[in-house]
Structure formats: C-alpha cells, structure tokens
T-cell receptor, first 115, second 113 residues
C-alpha cells in the first residue's frame, strides 16, 4: 500500500487556463475527499465521493470546478478558467467508511499557483 | 454545522518544554474529535483521536482528552522535540454530513534546540 498519491505535486498556470489534478486513493478505500488549503488556514472541504457517486459538494465549489471518480478508483479535480484566487494547496484524502469515528489518510497535495 | 476554534499561534518552544495547544468546539451531539499534524511539505497525518466524552487519545507522546463540560480537546505533550515542529490542526465531523471534517485554522509549532 503506497498511500494516497496526488499528481502533480506542483502546478503553475496562467490565469484563464484550465488545470486538472489527479488523486489515487488507497485501493480498498471507498470514500475519496477533496479539500483546499490556503496559506495559514486549515483545509476546507470541497467534495467527496463514495465509490463513483459524488455525495456532497461545498458551496466553495463554483461552476468552474468539477470533480469525477468514474470507476470508483482514482479521481480528478478540474478547474476551468483559473483565477488568482484559486492559488492554493489541493488535498485529496481517502477512507474506508466505517462511521464518523474514523479519520482519513491524506495525500501530499497539489500546490497550484495561478500567475 | 459543527465548528472548531484553535488557539492563535505560532507557538515557539525550547526542546523539552511542555506543550499545550488549545482547541474548543461547537457541535451537535458528541462527535469524534481529531488532531492532525502537517510536517513541512507533506500532507496531513492523523495524530490522535477520541470518540466519546472523557476519552483520552494518545500517540507519539501527545495526548488530548475529550472534555464535554468545557467542549474542549486540548493537545498536550510533556517534552517536545525539534522533530515535533509542524502545523497542528484540530478537527471534527462536519455535522450534517459524516463525509467531511471541519478543521481549525492550525497552530504552527516551532521547537528550537
């Protein structure tokens, strides 16, 4: 088990471009989560999947953001028409859902810089 | 929804000093409580958790006790090391959904030799 893997680790893009991040969860985990973390703040929830179903989306997830988990394994997070305010660390986490008493395993994150 | 408040930081200590990082919460019911740690350049790692009132979570010399009366979950360590330098986050389930965790803003800990 190699843990939660995120790619790329760093992404620099020009404003207005589209970017896509990938997350590979721990293989037996059925839940996958996306969070955004800005400097000096805790992670903010964006969305989560149980298997391939997207069960909840935060109001933070504007129409420019879309996430998929097509086969219930890896997930992608796409940001269209990036803005400077999208610069942040995007964190993915996974868990084998057994109730609310269990924590997640996080990946190392993808740091996005919009210039 | 549920929320959590952490003490203002950063915290700077000398090696072997005693550490306390305060965390208080507002929640419906009695959710599990968590402390996560983020080392430089890495993702968050679960440090410890407590699932019910009066439970004490512990790991790597860190401890936190779930205090229902004071709605607190303060993190403590008796003797910190330089390697404990990191950002510490208090967290709890998001309330209306078991799918998400709500995090505090984080406390930066720096330990000097």
């Amino acid at each position: 088990d190699t843990g939660v893997s995120q790619n790329p680790r760093h992404k620099i893009t020009k404003r207005g471009q589209n970017v896509t991040f990938r997350c590979d969860p721990i293989s037996e985990h059925n839940r996958l989560y996306w969070y955004r973390q800005t400097l000096g703040q805790g992670p903010e929830f964006l969305t989560y999947f149980q298997n391939e179903a997207q069960l909840e989306k935060s109001r933070l997830l504007s129409d420019r953001f879309s996430a998929e988990r097509p086969k219930g394994s890896f997930s992608t997070l796409e940001i269209q028409r990036t803005e400077q305010g999208d610069s942040a660390m995007y964190l993915c986490a996974s868990s084998q859902y057994r109730g609310p008493n269990y924590g997640y395993t996080f990946g190392s994150g993808t740091r996005l810089t919009v210039v | 929804g549920n929320s959590v408040t952490q003490m203002e930081g950063p915290v700077t200590l000398s090696e072997e000093a005693f550490l306390t990082i305060n965390c208080t919460y507002t929640a419906t019911g009695y959710p599990s409580l968590f402390w996560y740690v983020q080392y430089p350049g890495e993702g968050l790692q679960l440090l410890l958790k407590a699932t019910k009132a009066d439970d004490k979570g512990s790991n790597k010399g860190f401890e936190a006790t779930y205090r229902k009366e004071t709605t607190s979950f303060h993190l403590e360590k008796g003797s910190v090391q330089v390697s404990d330098s990191a950002v510490y986050f208090c967290a709890l389930p998001g309330g209306t959904s078991y799918g998400k965790l709500t995090f505090g803003q984080g406390t930066i800990l720096t330990v000097h030799p």
